[in-house]
């Protein structure tokens, strides 16, 4: 049996889109002292409209609910100092992205948590 709201659909694809901050900043950390290595990065809260408008999308009437895979765009991030040697990672901010991503992943397993256990309370509403 799968249940699905709209809700859950979004949440999950909130936290696909925070475990990808995660991949990428830790491939950013991980590129440090890589010669010519440049941040990559996407826009975290235009990724996610453009998800929830997907999700709108899959849940229209005569829609089959196929899941699309839409990705961000991941680009290089600018305004970020370069070294000499053409790298412009910054530990200190991949540390701050890697914090709000592990916050917003933590957030959003909270509340799919949360609306799973809406939903079995309402499942299971007769039974108490």
């Known amino acids: 049996m799968h249940i699905n709201t709209q809700l859950s659909d979004e949440l999950g694809r909130y936290l696909d889109l925070s475990a990808l901050r995660l ?20 826009d975290f809260s235009e990724a996610m409209e453009a998800s929830i408008a997907d999700v709108d999308r899959e849940r229209r009437p005569g829609d089959h609910g196929e899941k699309s895979l839409l990705r ?7 305004g970020l100092l370069e070294r000499p040697d053409g790298n412009n990672v910054s530990m200190d901010r991949e540390g701050m992205q890697m ?20 939903i079995l309370d309402a499942i299971h509403v007769d039974s108490k």
């Open 99 to 118: 914090a709000e991503a592990q916050l917003e992943f933590r957030m959003g397993s909270e509340l799919i948590k949360n609306e799973f256990s809406t």
């Open 23 to 42: 991949k990428l900043t830790a491939q950013n950390m991980a590129n440090v002292d890589v010669p010519g290595y440049r941040t990559v990065g996407f």
């Open 72 to 78: 961000p765009k991941v680009k290089n991030v600018d």
